[in-house]
């Protein structure tokens, strides 16, 4: 049983800075993806970045490029979402997820398993 737990969330002024982890278990593809999405009330799920688990091939929002960083632990199992310079607009639930792909996508639609999601609140 795959399962993804994300953790890190909290609430922080603008400018600051979070770090989300999510531990996966359970997976036994070996090649896959793993995603960070993000929702806001009110809206849809939006994709934020992915890392390929084992060529470590990485992609990102325009909206949190140059401010936030993914990466992973292969040997703990955890990707980790660094966030710099947080803006209210990234306030969101965040959401880790596994794509049994290599390929690193942007929608939602390829992801198989998903986490709870943790929330991020940025205040102005």
């Known amino acids: 049983q795959v399962q993804l737990v994300e953790s890190g969330g909290g609430l922080v002024q603008a400018g600051a800075s979070l770090d989300l982890s999510c531990v996966v278990s359970?997976?036994?593809?070996?090649?896959?993806?793993m995603g960070w999405f993000r929702q806001a009330r009110g809206k849809e799920r939006e994709f934020v970045a992915a890392?390929?688990?084992?060529?470590?091939?990485?992609d990102y929002a325009d909206s949190v490029k140059g401010r936030f960083t993914i990466s992973r632990d292969n040997a703990k199992n955890t990707v980790y979402l660094q966030m710099n310079s947080l803006k209210p607009e990234d306030t969101a639930v965040y959401y880790c997820?596994?794509?049994?792909?290599?390929?690193?996508?942007?929608?939602?639609?390829?992801?198989?398993?998903w986490g709870h999601g943790t929330q991020v609140t940025v205040s102005s």
């Open positions: 359970g997976l036994s593809y070996i090649w896959y993806t």
């Open positions: 997820a596994v794509q049994q792909s290599p390929y690193v996508a942007r929608t939602k639609e390829n992801y198989d398993y």
């Open positions: 890392i390929n688990w084992n060529s470590g091939t990485l």
